[in-house]
């Protein structure tokens, strides 16, 4: 039985609508390695369209990664972070160009350890909410 679009669309919605930060930004990062999935799978079927779409939306991600983080209150740790989404965004330019599946593979990776760096960060945060110690300025990086 086919889903229902809409009801698919009222449900996300709600999901984002009702996230703390941190999860918004999971949510950003599991859909970056969906579409970047997608797009090396579809490099190894010879599909070029996907390729475009699966990269150009994991671009888009990573975009919105960079412009949603704040510099505060770690500087150093938010350029390192930049320039790691902007390497990400070049690896997959790089990618498509040459129709090379190990770069997009590199890619995968590199947002596989983010995600996973990720959790362990929100693990940590709840610990220190259920603990009641204070929350670490880390999360400012997440907008």
């Not at 930060?21 to 999971?26: G, Q, V, W």
């Amino acid at each position: 039985m086919p889903s229902d679009p809409a009801a698919t669309n009222a449900y996300l919605a709600n999901k984002v609508l009702s996230a703390k930060p941190e999860e918004l930004r999971l949510m950003l990062l599991d859909g970056a390695l969906k579409f970047c999935r997608q797009g090396r799978d579809a490099m190894e079927r010879k599909d070029y369209e996907g390729v475009f779409n699966g990269f150009q939306r994991t671009r888009s991600i990573l975009v919105e990664l960079i412009s949603t983080m704040k510099p505060d209150p770690d500087p150093s740790l938010y350029q390192r972070l930049s320039s790691l989404y902007l390497f990400m965004i070049s690896h997959l330019l790089e990618a498509s160009h040459s129709k090379d599946v190990a770069k997009a593979n590199e890619v995968i990776k590199l947002l596989e350890y983010e995600r996973e760096t990720w959790l362990m960060l929100m693990k940590k945060l709840e610990g220190e909410r259920v603990g009641k110690q204070p929350v670490s300025s880390t999360l400012s990086l997440a907008g």
